[in-house]
């Protein structure tokens, strides 16, 4: 590891095998926890190449727990996080909207790092059940149309990195790594990622794969379509700049999808939001990211999705499946 720090702190690059190698050895407990850290820190000091990054994530899939539920055609909306902008929590709440709108969901998430509340914060608060049980999860997307992977007990050999990530509470290059290593490997994907450099390096890794996918970046810096302004999108067959009025939609202030400081606060809003009671740039905001999940799926346009996930928001559909999620986890 110190020959390997030296080289990184000299600004050289290592290759797709040796960041694999890395990974492997810090599942099997071969560094002290300062070395991980010190690994840690170097990638939030410079860029990451795409070698690097295909190495971490190759090590983290082939490490994982894996979910066999190819029969289902899945989606996976799932955010990179580490924004900064504590906002609400709308890749879960469009993940309900999607399930909703007849889209089966493999929702892959983790409790925040770098922001208040993340997915499994505002989902285990609500009473949802984690679990690696294939049955469980098989019976979630039948019964439901949406199943919740939480990383930690999909990818066991990261319990070494869990506590130094949470006592740095900033972003890492785990953040990049999460929607990329879904255990499921969903044939569908929308990403919302934290600036514009992994928008690139993900279009780049999505070439390769047979995935349908969309990678999405807010101008002004959040890791989803946040009608605040415009919106870099990157899918197989198009590259746009989306601006909130391609949906008809007028542009929303900053302050108006914050999430709150406390898991409390976030689940709070979540029920209201789900619950048909969320505002106008709540609601716009949340279906204009389910709307381009359903779009990729069923091969419609975006405002074709977004129409179908208001539907679904609006007439209780995405309430539904959340209550009857809820219900499934006390059996």
Do not use: W
């Not at 992994?198 to 990678?215: A, F, I, P």
């Not at 606060?265 to 106008?280: C, D, H, T, W």
Request: net charge neutral; proline share 2%; charged share 20%.
């Amino acid at each position: 590891m110190k020959q390997l720090l030296n080289r990184l702190i000299n600004q050289e690059s290592i290759s797709s095998e040796e960041a694999k190698n890395v990974l492997v050895n810090i599942s099997k407990g071969d560094y002290n926890q300062s070395q991980i850290a010190s690994f840690l820190t170097v990638y939030m000091m410079r860029g990451i190449t795409i070698e690097e990054l295909k190495g971490f994530r190759d090590a983290l899939l082939e490490l994982c727990i894996p979910v066999d539920l190819d029969g289902y055609n899945t989606i996976d909306l799932c955010g990179t996080g580490g924004d900064g902008k504590d906002t609400f929590n709308i890749s879960t709440l469009s993940s309900f909207v999607t399930a909703g709108a007849g889209v089966h969901v493999t929702k892959h998430g983790n409790y925040g790092v770098s922001s208040a509340c993340g997915s499994s914060n505002v989902m285990e608060h609500l009473g949802i059940k984690f679990t690696n049980d294939i049955d469980f999860l098989k019976r979630s997307i039948d019964e439901v149309g949406i199943c919740v992977l939480h990383a930690p007990l999909f990818h066991p050999a990261m319990k070494n990195v869990a506590p130094i990530r949470k006592e740095l509470g900033v972003k890492t290059f785990f953040n990049m790594l999460g929607p990329m290593v879904n255990p499921a490997l969903p044939k569908n994907q929308m990403v919302g990622v934290f600036n514009l450099e992994l928008l690139r390096l993900y279009g780049y890794l999505y070439q390769e794969s047979d995935k349908k996918y969309v990678v999405v970046h807010a101008l002004d810096g959040y890791d989803e379509i946040s009608l605040t302004g415009k919106t870099k999108v990157i899918s197989n067959t198009s590259e746009i700049l989306f601006e909130p009025k391609d949906l008809g939609l007028n542009k929303i202030e900053q302050n108006e999808i914050f999430g709150g400081n406390t898991v409390q606060q976030a689940a709070r809003l979540f029920i209201k939001i789900i619950n048909g009671n969320g505002s106008e740039a709540h609601n716009n905001v949340v279906c204009a990211n389910a709307g381009l999940a359903i779009a990729t799926v069923k091969q419609v346009s975006h405002k074709e999705g977004f129409e179908l996930a208001k539907e679904s928001l609006l007439s209780g559909k995405a309430k539904e499946r959340l209550n009857k999620l809820v219900e499934l986890s006390k059996k």
